[in-house]
């Protein structure tokens, strides 16, 4: 009697794997936040990730490192929290977006949409990260096109934005002797 062949390995599991094995050597914050993203987007085949630093304190969100395709332009830069107003609150709750099409949704007000397609996102996914609370981060990814998203991949966005968070974390931690 032969043994059936073991399942196919998740790729999801594989890719996990691949991104710690790539974070844990790292001791830079920035470093960490680019090469989750540069890994990820590589795996979604999407035009855009980049992880948000949020600063309540100062309305801030800070963009250090935008991986793109080629021919996408880069998000890379601080904007005021402000300017994102119809997307914050569900953020703060913790509520990851998953987008299809920007242009659809009864989430994107009207008045916001020409903003979004001027920066070519017709779809998109925010994973916030809220820490005691507080909303400190957002991992995300976009589309040029509509995009219908996968449980998959809405679910690794999420964990790779855990993983990205716990790497900075890690690394801004201060040593003792």
């Not at 219908?148 to 974390?169: D, I, K, N, Q, S």
Request: charged share 20%; glycine share 6%; hydrophobic share 45%.
């Amino acid at each position: 009697m032969t043994t059936p062949p073991p399942p196919p390995a998740d790729p999801s599991s594989a890719f996990l794997l691949a991104l710690s094995d790539s974070l844990r050597p790292l001791a830079d914050p920035a470093e960490a936040q680019a090469v989750a993203c540069r890994l990820l987007g590589e795996h979604l085949g999407v035009d855009r990730s980049f992880y948000v630093e949020v600063d309540d304190a100062t309305g801030t969100a800070r963009v250090r490192h935008c991986h793109t395709r080629a021919g996408s332009p880069s998000l890379a830069g601080e904007y005021r929290v402000a300017d994102f107003g119809w997307a914050i609150p569900p953020m703060r709750r913790g509520e990851l977006l998953a987008l299809a099409d920007v242009t659809a949704s009864p989430l994107v007000p009207e008045a916001d949409r020409p903003a979004l397609a001027a920066l070519r996102i017709a779809a998109h996914v925010n994973a916030p990260l809220v820490k005691n609370g507080v909303l400190v981060g957002v991992l995300c990814v976009t589309e040029s096109r509509p995009r219908v998203w996968t449980a998959a991949e809405v679910g690794l966005v999420r964990e790779v934005g855990e993983r990205t968070w716990a790497a900075v974390e890690r690394v801004n931690l201060p040593t003792s002797c």
